[in-house]
Structure formats: C-alpha cells, structure tokens
C-alpha cells in the first residue's frame, strides 16, 4: 500500500475514532451519568451494565487510544519529523493543545472515572446505610469526572477541526 494510501487511512481511523470517542465522552457526561443518578441507588444496576456487560467505559478508552497513537503518526509525518520547528506554526501549536486536551482526557478516564463508576457499581453489593454514606461522593466524582472529559474532549475536537487553516 503506497504511503499516501496509509496516511489516509490512519486520518481516517484518527477522525472517525477520535469522533466516537468524543461522542460517547460527551453523550455520558450530559446524559448518562445524570439519568444514574436521578435514579437513586437503582442507577447503580445500569451502572454495573453498562460497565460490566456493555463495557462502555473500555469501549471509549480503546477509541481514545487508537485516536491517540493514529494521531502520534499524523504529527510525525505532518511535521516532516520537525515537531519542534512545526509546534511553532499556528496549526502545530493548535494541534497541540487539541492532543493536550485529549490526553488530559484520557487520563481523567483511566485515572478517575472508571475507577469511580466500578466503586459506584460495586455499591449495589453493599447495605443501604454503606450506600448512602459513599454513593453520593461517588456519583459527584463521576459526574465532574466526566463533565471534564466531555469538555475536553469537545476542545480537542475543535482545535483538531480548525488547526489546519491557523496560520
């Protein structure tokens, strides 16, 4: 396969799983999460499906680190292997904060909220009085967890869309 060939597909694979992935981040942190908890310490069955059998929170991390390492190469071969020289461009430095942005968000998710959501679907083991004590700091942490992947996941996505025509 020529290498111009392999640059579109990889750009390919970099837009359409970065999309996803920012879909998904954005689609949970407005809707999922606050429909959980709303519905109280039974939120915590829908949380454990979606954890456990859908395995969501894997699903948007796979999407995230095949957008991440499709986008390492899209900048080594953009840069023409100056990356420094090419960080001081307006686009290089623009694409830069947009992988900053994503790579944040990836580590709130690694780092935060997965961890979170598995405790907070965990609780539905627990008596009540241990889930009233520790659910509402757990559904806080998951819900600002990922309100801020959401946010910066919709930066990294727009600093990707625009990054090329900053001069």
């Known amino acids: 396969m ?10 390919l694979v970099h837009v359409v799983t970065g999309t996803f992935w920012a879909g998904g981040a954005v689609l949970v942190a407005l809707s999922v999460v606050p429909a959980i908890r709303a519905a109280g310490p039974a939120g915590a069955a829908v949380l454990r ?33 100056s990356i420094t020289r090419w960080l ?3 686009s ?32 539905q083991k627990q008596t009540p009085a241990v889930q009233q004590q520790l659910g509402p700091a757990l559904a806080h942490r998951l819900a600002v967890g990922t309100r801020a992947g959401g946010v910066l996941l919709i930066i ?4 990707m869309a625009v990054g090329r025509y900053i001069p």
Request: charged share 5%; aromatic share 4%; hydrophobic share 60%.
């Open 92 to 123: 290089g430095a623009t694409y830069a904060l947009g992988a900053l942005a994503a790579v944040l968000a990836a580590l709130i998710g690694l780092g935060i909220n997965i961890p979170t959501a598995g405790r907070l679907a965990d609780l």
């Open 88 to 90: 001081g461009t307006g």
């Open 156 to 159: 990294a996505l727009s600093a």
């Open 49 to 81: 499906n979606l954890m456990v059998v859908q395995k969501l929170p894997y699903v948007l991390i796979a999407l995230g680190i095949a957008s991440l390492v499709s986008g390492v190469y899209l900048t080594l071969v953009v840069s023409n292997g």
């Open 2 to 11: 020529p290498t111009h060939a392999i640059f579109i597909l990889i750009r």
